[in-house]
């Protein structure tokens, strides 16, 4: 039988299409990146993964850098 092989295959779509979104909070002042909403206005479009925001990214509330951000649960 097929049946074990295609259920795991099913497995595999559901983790791929179900990317979870993100947030990351700075932590001098509080303010939180979520990758779902981006930053439009700073050029970083909604969906933008936290590995893919520019290391010269800085908080656009008191301008930290990118490794103050802490990833939020
Ligand atoms: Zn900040």
């Given at each position: 039988?097929?049946?074990?092989?295609?259920?795991?295959?099913?497995?595999?779509?559901?983790?791929?299409?179900?990317?979870?979104?993100?947030?990351?909070?700075?932590?001098?002042?509080?303010?939180?990146?979520?990758?779902?909403?981006?930053?439009?206005?700073?050029?970083?479009?909604?969906?933008?993964?936290?590995?893919?925001?520019p290391s010269n990214f800085?908080?656009?509330?008191?301008?930290?850098?990118?490794?103050?951000?802490?990833?939020?649960?």
């Amino acid at each position: 039988m097929m049946l074990e092989c295609n259920s795991r295959t099913e497995e595999m779509k559901r983790e791929r299409g179900n990317e979870v979104m993100r947030k990351y909070k700075c932590a001098v002042c509080g303010y939180v990146y979520n990758e779902a909403a981006g930053i439009p206005g700073k050029g970083i479009a909604p969906g933008t993964n936290w590995d893919d925001v520019p290391s010269n990214f800085l908080c656009p509330v008191c301008k930290a850098p990118k490794s103050m951000f802490k990833p939020v649960d």
